[in-house]
């Protein structure tokens, strides 16, 4: 079962605490394509005010259950945890945690990870080298971010302390994106590779810039207890 990100849902009913979408943009799980789901035959029969419903794939007509679940005291269409069943084959969910990322990253990363569902290898790896220098162009001074990305990396490295095994991740991203970037029919990256790509980039952005945040959050936190009590 597969978690609909909000910004997926495309209008919705609100009715008591009852969160009905009208529609849902998803990566189809029998044809693989990014479509709208129109969603049909609402019922509310379960718990924990769920609502369940049907989609019909506009490009294939395969059948996806949905459901609607809203925990919160409140109902908005952001207080509604959706699903989808089945999960779509070879599917890397977008970042949960996005805030943290500066919105060119974000916007690459989710481009990245686009292609990558879709099943656009290539594509992804391309994407994947973008992103990488991205990220690497905000570790640097204004002044080095026109380097290759080769010598960007190298660069960041002298900005920021980057342990050895990041460093290897980052110049093995950068090897997948050239290897998209260049037409060869036996050499063209695969899911595997792809997969790969979007997982590091992943790891990386959250190393990068979720540690981070989630460390100053605890040490904001922690700053507020009283060590008397």
């Not at 019922?43 to 294939?60: F, I």
């Not at 890397?92 to 686009?114: G, H, K, M, Y």
């Not at 090897?175 to 792809?194: I, T, Y």
């Amino acid at each position: 079962m597969q978690k609909i990100d909000p910004s997926a849902i495309r209008g919705c009913e609100i009715s008591g605490r009852l969160i009905r979408p009208a529609a849902v943009s998803a990566i189809c799980p029998k044809c693989n394509a990014k479509v709208i789901f129109t969603l049909y035959g609402f019922s509310t029969g379960g718990h924990l005010n769920s609502v369940s419903a049907a989609g019909n794939c506009p490009s294939c007509n395969g059948k996806v259950g949905f459901w609607s679940i809203n925990t919160s005291g409140v109902a908005t269409i952001h207080s509604a945890e959706i699903y989808m069943h089945p999960s779509p084959q070879n599917f890397f969910p977008e970042p949960s945690e996005v805030d943290f990322i500066p919105s060119p990253l974000r916007r690459a990363l989710i481009s990245t990870i686009e292609s990558y569902n879709a099943g656009i290898y290539a594509a992804a790896a391309v994407s994947g080298r973008r992103t990488l220098e991205g990220i690497f162009k905000f570790l640097v001074p204004e002044e080095k971010r026109n380097l290759p990305l080769a010598k960007l990396i190298d660069a960041a490295k002298e900005e920021k302390d980057l342990s050895a095994p990041l460093s290897a991740l980052s110049h093995a991203i950068r090897s997948g994106g050239n290897l998209g970037a260049h037409f060869d029919m036996e050499l063209e990256p695969d899911e595997a590779v792809a997969r790969q790509i979007v997982e590091l980039l992943s790891y990386l952005i959250s190393y990068l810039y979720v540690l981070p945040a989630r460390i100053e959050q605890l040490e904001s936190d922690l700053s507020k207890i009283d060590p008397a009590n």
